[in-house]
């Protein structure tokens, strides 16, 4: 299962770098059935996973000229912070066994698989609807203060409780509210997920017991699939590759939720 785990690793750093997002999606499934690692844990890895891997995106992204910094860093100080407070306080106050209906006993990990598989199951949805915007669009219209930071909060919370870092979230508010030609908002919302995520683990790092050498493993394997996924995006149209992926994650998700509400039959 450990091989199954690198390849999908792989394939991480390879969704990041061909569109942008979509990385964390997968990282928590990864940990979860292909590591053996607990929900919750997973949800601390991702971040680490995640943050590291567009953290080296938006350095290739930026090199492009495709990375609004000062875009970034207004969204990510609305989000960052949630991540981060979400992680040190809301996550550990979430007591282990949540309440018992049926007999079934309602635990924090198993919440935290069904609150993830709703969440790939609307993404999915989201990414097949989304009609992406001209890459000719600029940014000359001001932004809604009040939007971002309604969407920074939102993306910092899922962020911080599901370890995913938004991507599916952030492209479209950047385009939308902060008005990014959509290039720029995919280099640029690499650079906002590298900051939240990276924040967030920064919330667990009084964890013990965190399997670094694991943790690493896998995020090495991700940046190179990172690297690989921004030299394939030049040969590869990013529209068919997002609704293949979509399709993919809409099947996990799927397959995430009908698997954990068995347990609870």
């Known amino acids: 299962m450990h091989l199954l785990g690198y390849i999908a690793s792989l394939l991480i750093g390879i969704s990041l770098g061909l569109i942008g997002g979509g990385g964390s999606i997968l990282t928590m499934p990864v940990m979860v059935y292909l590591f053996g690692i607990s929900p919750v844990t997973a949800t601390a890895y991702s971040l680490f996973v995640v943050g590291s ?32 407070l979400t992680r040190k306080w809301l996550v550990p106050a979430i007591p282990e066994h949540i309440a018992t209906i049926r007999g079934f006993e ?44 309604l969407f920074g909060a939102g ?21 939308l509210i902060l008005h990014l030609p959509m290039k720029e908002a995919v280099g640029t919302s690499l650079l906002v997920i590298a900051l939240n995520s990276l924040i967030g683990f920064a919330g667990n790092l009084h964890d013990t017991g965190i399997d670094w050498q694991l943790l690493l493993i896998v995020t090495s394997l991700a940046i190179a699939g990172i690297v690989l996924g921004g030299y394939l995006t030049r040969k590869i149209p990013g529209g068919k590759l997002k609704k293949v992926f979509s399709w993919f994650v809409l099947a996990m998700g799927c397959y995430i939720l009908v698997r954990e509400l068995s347990n609870a039959l």
């Open 53 to 84: 891997t567009s953290l080296v995106g938006a350095a290739q992204q930026h090199k492009q000229g495709t990375v609004n910094i000062r875009m970034a860093l207004l969204f990510a100080a609305t989000s960052a912070g949630i991540v981060f």
């Open 106 to 149: 309602v635990t924090e990990n198993w919440l935290t698989m069904v609150l993830f598989a709703l969440l790939m199951l609307v993404s999915a949805v989201f990414m097949m609807r989304h009609r992406p915007v001209s890459p000719t669009q600029t940014a000359t219209r001001g932004f809604s203060r009040g939007k971002m930071l």
């Open 155 to 175: 993306t910092g919370l899922v962020t911080g409780v599901l370890g995913a870092g938004g991507g599916f979230l952030l492209i479209p508010a950047l385009v």
